[in-house]
């Protein structure tokens, strides 16, 4: 194990860390908050520790293995949580460090559960920081989704090497470099885009900026307590429905559409079932909220459309309390929490492509029965899938559920019940932000006891690390030579 | 396909159905029960059909292949319940078919869920009808968990064929009547003698036969309203508890026990796991109930004993409303209807030894990372498991999982909310009885809609069947030449 070269980076980008908190200080003090100062003091800290590493690590070996790399994606999540709490808890907005760690890797997982009961009386600076936090770990997503994890093997991932015009799975390559910038361009013009079109909605340009950077990284930070419903603007609501859906997508899809090359987009298998899944579990929701709630079709068709999109992406804004909606629809909701979006996307959650294989392999599985000595692979985009492969989906799957089981009991172990226990560890596992119950989207994660919180804070980073890259660290396997 | 071996083996079992049931009418009229005669009656009808249709049948060829099993398993079943709701229907104690149908499929699942909520109010014959579904249900699943299913090809029920002094993996063998004789010879032996022990505690032997009927199938229909807690006597409990532990073992394991070789049943990898779950799960509830309910130590691990063991077993018997426990302990019971008893054992649910498998594969996964050339196997009682037999029980999972949320979400557009859905379909599915909320033990199925009924009695089929054998016969696959 190279320790020093993991240290090498964690260094660097620890000062980049700091660079970007004194980013949101200048916004603090442009808008003239008398709390930019705590910006600098934070900024400060975490660049005295890089600048206090580096002189042990600057002359090391640049190679970069696979150990290595488990090591670098998770600390870097931890380290940037640990220092990015801190203009939350200096400047006293967030008087607990629990809550300010928790709100701040709930910002860099992407994931969007709060504990803040008044989001408005946040500064400017605080407010901008805290969505540049999801936006950062949404960047970090998708290089780690399509650049880091098929090398590192995990769970499936392996099936981008093939569409990806990126690396080959041997050594981190230099051509990383090249599709990471590449696909964070597609990224920053989206956020842009959607910026733009906000505004024309006639939200502020703050707000708009905010919103966009949250959606990007399907995180879900508001800067309303009350989330995009505070807009009451079905404008709003589209535009972000349509910026959630497309964050939701496979990034290297936007290859092919800035190409022009539509088809190879609509004939991903992917795309395809995660964008007719959108749309099935909206008209359903749909027809039973006309039925039984009697709202008009239109804002039945708006609400659901967002709900789901916001749900199955993992973004988690609200534009309505949906605890309240029928228990069938409740129930809809739950179940899509457990889906997640497109690989390669800042979505989180299981991800379609794979519980598309599973569904797939567990079809097949009834032909094998009847011809046991066939070979009858799954496939994937018309190529057949390595068994390998479903095998480790499968073991994901298996993993994914032992974590949900575990943080269920440990929530209800400190005083949750059922629901809001499921709902919690699910909010927070699949990255998704409001869970059910005393957690859903008229609540959030204030009243959970700090146990609590720590525990769910460590779900937010197995969840957004495909769990794998988490945990292999806790198992012998991993620190034996 | 050859239907007409099908039809005969269905019209002989259908005329054993029928004798069973007049049986239960000579008990009825033993105790001067006016009923007596809807039993003749019922009888008279399976008794009946079994005889119109074997002029038909009864030149066929002997040969049963894999595909006429799946069809004779799962018809076998239904056929039992379609005639076996007739002396609950025709008698007018169940007014309802659909709820006698429900009742009686329950039975012969060994699920023991109820739709009635005046048990006492049934006569002896009735009584007896109902206990004994059970424990026919119970002998069935024997001779097909150790006989058919590992020829069938069921998720990892091959695992069995290296264990048990039976058949060889191609076609029904003679050796299989010896084998399940052997079986059954120790399931009567096992229900006398709970019999015998039920009675040494003031037990009447009505009672007490029915109890053992019901506990040796791991079914859990009682004769009383209040299920075990009426008889108020420790005593009895412990004696269930440890009558259900054993209906909830391999009974291949019983014929090391005749031949007194227990190291063999200690060296058992899923009975060790079995035994020291239940004894975990049952101190960790103890804990949680003398803390936090001020419940005395001996009460609390009878009580927790019994529960533990009763789910975990899919019985399903009831001494507390667990409902009413700290929220903690009903999420542990909930999570423990997951799981389910021993292969080859009486009891519903994934299984022990699955859940095992996939649990130690999940494990060697993180090992795999590491070493990804590596071929670290799965091993069972030592042997390597062949990863397709891991892949056979992962897609098993994901099966289960799958109907799981097709049953709670269809139960949920019914009306029912989201814990009592998911606490019905569990109960159905893995054959346990009561659920959770709505469902709970206090509780039974009586207020769920009609459809509700019909879905939740397909749920207890296809559970019982370990999924592919019924769900088999849906795909375009199993019908194609």
Redesign the interface.
């Known amino acids: 194990m190279n320790f020093r070269i993991v240290l090498f980076i964690l260094s660097r980008l620890l000062a980049i860390e700091s660079l970007i908190i004194s980013i949101s200080g200048l916004v603090s003090l442009f808008y003239g908050d008398i709390d930019f100062l705590y910006f600098f003091y934070s900024s400060g800290i975490a660049l005295a520790v890089s600048i206090l590493v580096f002189p042990f690590v600057k002359n090391t070996k640049r190679s970069l293995g696979?150990?290595e790399g488990y090591l670098v994606v998770s600390l870097t999540w931890v380290v940037f949580s640990i220092f990015g709490a801190l203009p939350f808890y200096i400047s006293g907005a967030i008087p607990s460090y629990t809550d300010a760690f928790f709100e701040t890797m709930s910002g860099f997982t992407t994931t969007g559960a709060s504990i803040l009961n008044d989001i408005e009386s946040l500064s400017h600076g605080l407010l901008f920081w805290r969505s540049i936090t999801q936006w950062l770990g949404g960047m970090g997503i998708i290089v780690m989704a399509i650049a880091i994890l098929p090398i590192?093997?995990?769970g499936g991932m392996q099936l981008f090497i093939a569409e990806v015009p990126g690396p080959t799975p041997d050594k981190l390559h230099p051509r990383i470099k090249g599709t990471a910038k590449r696909l964070w361009g597609i990224y920053i013009i989206l956020t842009l885009m959607e910026t733009l079109l906000l505004m024309l909605g006639n939200m502020d340009w703050f707000d708009a900026l905010n919103h966009s950077f949250t959606t990007m990284a399907t995180g879900g930070y508001s800067t309303k307590q009350m989330s995009v419903a505070y807009y009451n603007s079905p404008y709003i609501e589209y535009i972000i429905s349509l910026f959630m859906f497309l964050a939701g997508m496979n990034f290297t899809l936007a290859f092919f559409a800035l190409k022009l090359k539509w088809k190879k987009i609509f004939r991903n298998e992917e795309f395809k079932w995660y964008a007719i899944g959108t749309l099935l579990f909206t008209l359903i929701i749909v027809f039973f909220l006309v039925i039984q709630t009697g709202l008009g079709i239109e804002p039945a068709f708006r609400q659901s459309l967002f709900q789901v999109v916001s749900i199955l992406t993992t973004t988690g804004y609200a534009t309505a309390d949906y605890m309240l909606w029928p228990?069938?629809v409740?129930?809809?909701i739950?179940?899509l929490m457990f889906i997640g979006g497109s690989a390669g996307s800042t979505g989180g959650g299981p991800k379609v492509l794979r519980i598309m294989l599973?569904?797939k392999?567990?079809?097949f599985?009834?032909?094998r029965?009847?011809?046991?000595k066939a070979i009858i692979p799954v496939r994937f985009n018309k190529r057949a899938v390595d068994?390998k492969i479903?095998?480790?989906i499968?073991?994901f799957?298996?993993?994914y559920?032992?974590l949900f089981?575990i943080g269920?009991?440990s929530m209800?172990?400190i005083?949750?019940?059922?629901?809001s226990?499921m709902g919690a560890v699910i909010a927070c596992l699949g990255n998704i932000g409001p869970g059910?119950a005393d957690v859903g989207p008229a609540n959030n994660f204030y009243n959970i006891p700090d146990v609590g919180k720590w525990i769910l804070s460590f779900a937010m980073l197995v969840g957004r690390l495909e769990l794998?890259t988490v945990?292999?660290l806790f198992?012998p396997?991993?620190w034996k030579k």
Not at 415 to 419: E, P
């Open positions: 696979k150990r590192l093997g995990i228990s069938f409740v129930v809809i739950f179940m599973l569904l392999n567990s079809y599985e009834f032909k029965l009847i011809h046991p068994p479903i095998a480790n499968q073991a799957l298996v993993v559920i032992i089981v269920t009991i209800s172990a005083g949750l019940d059922l629901d226990s059910i794998f945990l292999v198992t396997h991993y």
